[in-house]
C-alpha cells in the first residue's frame, strides 16, 4: 500500500474539459511534487512545493495549474488539454533534505491521464 | 547540470541467477541517490537510497548498491533473482532541499523461468 493516495486512478477528458488530479499525503512531509510519465520513459519533473509555496515550475504549459491548499494535500488542475498530454502523472511527497536526512520521494500510484 | 545514465535499456537475466544494474551519475555537490522500481501501471517504489555513510546499502527485496565516488557510480546488484523482480527499474539523483530529484532512462529487467 502507498502512503501517497492519488484520485482518479484513470481519468478520460475532452480538450475542451476542465479536470482536476488530486494527491494526498499524511507523513508531514513539506515538499510535494507533481511529475509526468510518458510510456517507457522515466518520470519528469513538472512542479515542486516546499513549505506549501510553488518552488520550481519546469516550464509547464499554462494549462496545468498545481495548487497547495495545505501541506497534506496537492491538486493539479487540468484546462484545454491536448492529446500529447496523454500519461501517468505522479505525486510524490518527501521531507525537506538537508545535512543530516536523505528523505526519498514517496510516490502514489499515479493518475493515468487520457485526453481525446 | 545534473545527469544519470543507465547504460543498459534491457536486461534479461534467468531465475536465480546474480544480478547488476549500472548507473552512472553527474552532480556537481553531495549527491542524494536512489534506486527506484516500478511495476506496471503503478508508481514508483524507494529500494534504497544514499547519502553518506558505508558506501554498500542494503535496501529492500534482497537489493543492494554500492557508492563509487571515483567512478560517480551507483549500481544496483542482488543475489539471486526471483521472477517477481521483472519491472523497471530507476536511478535517480537528487541534491539538498526540496530540489529535484533527476531519472534515469531505466532498465527494464526480464526474468527468464
Known amino acids: 500500500d502507498t502512503e501517497v493516495t492519488q484520485t482518479p486512478k484513470h481519468l478520460v477528458m475532452g480538450m475542451t474539459n476542465k479536470k482536476s488530479l488530486k494527491c494526498e499525503q499524511h507523513?508531514?512531509?513539506?515538499?510535494m511534487y507533481w511529475y509526468k510519465q510518458k510510456a517507457k520513459k522515466p518520470p519528469e519533473l513538472m512542479f515542486v512545493y516546499s513549505y506549501e509555496k510553488l518552488s520550481i515550475n519546469e516550464s509547464v504549459p499554462s494549462r496545468f495549474s498545481p495548487e497547495c491548499p495545505n501541506s497534506s494535500l496537492l491538486n493539479l488542475h487540468l484546462h484545454a488539454l491536448q492529446p500529447e498530454d496523454s500519461a501517468l502523472y505522479l505525486c510524490a511527497s518527501s521531507h525537506i533534505r538537508d545535512r543530516a536526512k536523505n528523505s526519498p520521494l514517496h510516490f502514489g500510484n499515479g493518475t493515468r491521464l487520457t485526453v481525446t | 547540470a545534473q545527469s544519470v545514465t543507465q547504460p543498459d535499456i534491457h536486461i534479461t537475466v534467468s531465475e536465480g541467477a546474480s544480478l547488476e544494474l549500472r548507473c552512472n551519475y553527474s552532480y556537481g555537490a553531495t549527491p542524494y541517490l536512489f534506486w527506484y522500481v516500478q511495476s506496471p501501471g503503478q508508481g514508483l517504489q524507494l529500494l534504497l537510497k544514499?547519502?553518506?555513510?558505508?558506501?554498500l546499502v542494503q535496501g529492500i527485496k534482497g537489493f543492494e548498491a554500492e557508492f563509487k565516488r571515483s567512478q560517480s557510480s551507483f549500481n544496483l546488484r542482488k543475489p539471486s533473482v526471483h521472477w517477481s523482480d521483472a519491472a523497471e527499474y530507476f536511478c535517480a539523483v537528487g541534491g539538498r532541499g526540496a530540489q529535484k530529484l533527476v531519472f534515469g532512462q531505466g532498465t527494464r529487467l526480464t526474468i527468464n523461468p
Open positions: 544514499y547519502f553518506s555513510g558505508d558506501t
Open positions: 507523513m508531514g512531509h513539506r515538499a
